[in-house]
């Protein structure tokens, strides 16, 4: 069985309805391919819709049967996914 290596995506810091787009296409080729890992450490702000298109992005791959993570999230994401009830969400793809 060959092993595919683990994409990774990052994202900026101000993730809005204009980063939107860019982002959800590198998440679609990603989660096609394999494994992804979520680069969150430099996010300042995030928008509503960027956090349901993750939680999308993350059933997508779990569909695929690939692992979806999201490591080292700022403290400006988690207080976004807590402020929206989004915890319990998130909690099986938050890494570190």
């Known amino acids: 069985m060959v092993s595919k290596a683990k994409k990774s995506v990052a994202l900026p810091a101000i993730v809005d ?6 982002i959800r296409d590198g998440l679609v080729d990603a ?11 430099d996010v300042e702000r995030v928008s509503t819709n960027a ?3 993750l939680i999308s ?7 695929n049967q690939f692992d979806f993570a999201i490591e080292q999230p700022s403290a400006a994401l988690m207080a976004a996914i807590e402020r929206l009830g989004l915890g319990a ?3 099986g793809m938050i890494r570190g």
């Open 31 to 41: 989660i096609e391919e394999g494994p992804v890992t979520v680069s969150a450490g």
């Open 17 to 22: 309805l204009d980063s939107l787009d860019g």
């Open 51 to 53: 956090l349901f298109m």
């Open 57 to 63: 992005a993350a059933e997508t791959a779990r569909k």
């Open 89 to 91: 969400q998130f909690s």
